[in-house]
């Protein structure tokens, strides 16, 4: 019998010797097309105190609403330079930063369009399996209709919805609250 801990179970210097050359906050090169946007936020715990070592892992779909990866068959553009994902660790003051492009809408159940997202998740000391979040997009009319959101009781949306950040036009602003009346909305992907 093996003892030996797997990847989703192993904390603290892994991050650092297995994450750090994976560090993506870019994910869309010059030629992407597509609306810019920059999201940056911070980690809190419980109490409110900015987590200093965590690692947040985003997967994307492209402008289209298509992502690059094999499963997903939809006939439409795949475009080099366009990664799909990014991965970066939180700063000694829970800050991230992310660079991308606001995804195109792709289907869910039934073939019905989801509003654009970001799938989000999150890895750090204490937490065995990640945690899995999405990003989403504000003043976006599709939000309304889109089923996962609408699985959130409505008092609880928000915290799955970035803001416009005070300055520059596609600015967002969007925190990871990890317990308390405040909390990130996390998925329960059945793992």
Not at 61 to 85: I, V, W
Not at 118 to 132: A, D, K, N, Q, Y
Not at 145 to 167: C, Q
């Amino acid at each position: 019998m093996s003892l030996q801990a797997t990847t989703s179970q192993t904390v603290g210097p892994f991050f650092k010797i297995g994450f750090e050359w994976l560090y993506c906050d870019n994910l869309a090169g010059e030629d992407v097309s597509g609306e810019r946007v920059t999201i940056q936020g911070r980690v809190f715990d419980g109490d409110g105190v900015p987590v200093p070592d965590a690692i947040l892992e985003i997967w994307q779909a492209n402008a289209h609403g298509k992502y690059d990866h094999p499963e997903d068959t939809q006939d439409k553009p795949l475009e080099p330079g366009f990664k799909g994902y990014g991965r970066m660790p939180t700063s000694a003051d829970g800050m991230f930063r992310l660079a991308t492009i606001k995804p195109g809408p792709v289907p869910g159940p039934n073939g019905k369009g989801q509003a654009p997202h970001l799938v989000v998740s999150v890895f750090m000391r204490g937490v065995l399996r990640r945690l899995v979040t999405r990003i989403y997009f504000p003043e976006e009319p599709r939000n309304a209709a889109d089923f996962v959101l609408n699985l959130v009781e409505p008092a609880r949306r928000s915290t799955l919805i970035a803001r416009k950040a005070a300055g520059s036009a596609g600015s967002l602003e969007w925190n990871v609250v990890l317990q308390g009346p405040e909390e990130t909305v996390f998925f329960d992907l059945g793992l």
